[in-house]
């Protein structure tokens, strides 16, 4: 299997960069009572700090939206997902414990202000090609309908789009079945690659911390656009 990155999307945004953590013989499960505390606290204060700031002012989601908008998207419309996790915490409507796997991705996105999401290996069939999706690209997400994702960074194998900064296909969910899932990071354009270097390490660390298994991370930018997951 080989990730890869259209060319043509650097034309748009130079410094766009896709971290990458590809993680094996781990366990999902329910989350322990350690992070889903963890987790918790960190929305009741994320709850206070919303009262008194609009979401354009964190950086993630501003950078964000100003990528939306070059890709040819409507942020007002179709948000970048940490955003909509965002909104439902802004009306104390809190994510609810789901997995280990799903728990940890939801925290990630919060944390570090990006679109997170986290793949089935074992529903990936053949190579993987990051591009921005047209009008029609779709995939049956899993709010259960179907999203077009035109003007959209899209993820997608030989069955089709399976992943975005938007929404994900169901497809591809992890469940307590996963032995093997990758973990793509569209990281803020404004990161430097060793700041994102630091931000895989991290988050794979406490991946493993609470799963259990292997894990080993790459980034995916101008100068590298094309790699091999092993």
């Known amino acids: 299997m080989t990730i890869s990155i259209d ?3 650097f034309q748009i945004e130079k410094n766009i960069k896709i971290g990458i953590i590809h993680y094996t013989k781990f366990t999902v499960s329910e989350s322990p009572q350690m ?3 963890r987790i918790r606290l960190y929305q009741e204060h994320l709850f206070i700090d919303l009262q ?3 979401l354009t002012e964190y950086q993630g989601i501003k950078e ?3 990528l939306w908008k070059k890709f040819g998207s409507n942020p007002g419309r179709y948000c970048p997902s940490m955003e909509a996790l ?3 915490i802004r009306n104390q409507n809190y994510l609810q414990p789901f997995n280990s796997g799903v728990d940890l991705n939801n925290f990630f996105s919060l944390q570090f202000e990006i679109p997170i999401g986290l793949y089935d290996v074992s529903h990936i069939k053949g190579d993987i090609n990051i591009f921005i999706g047209n009008s029609k690209t779709s995939l049956t997400g899993i709010n259960g309908r ?3 994702l035109n003007g959209t960074l899209t993820i997608q194998d030989e069955l089709g789009p399976f992943g975005s900064p938007f929404i994900d296909s169901i497809r591809t969910t992890v469940n307590e079945d996963t032995v093997q899932a990758l973990q793509i990071f569209f990281l803020k354009p404004s990161m430097s690659k ?3 270097e630091k931000l895989l390490t991290s988050a794979g660390k406490m991946f493993v911390q609470v799963n259990g298994g292997n894990q080993d991370s790459l980034i995916l930018d101008k100068q590298i656009m094309h790699t091999p997951i092993n």
């Open 7 to 9: 060319p043509s999307i």
């Open 35 to 37: 992070l889903k505390g």
């Open 52 to 54: 008194d700031k609009e």
């Open 64 to 66: 964000w939206r100003g």
């Open 86 to 88: 965002m909104r439902r």
């Open 146 to 148: 179907d999203n077009n």
């Open 194 to 196: 060793e700041e994102a």
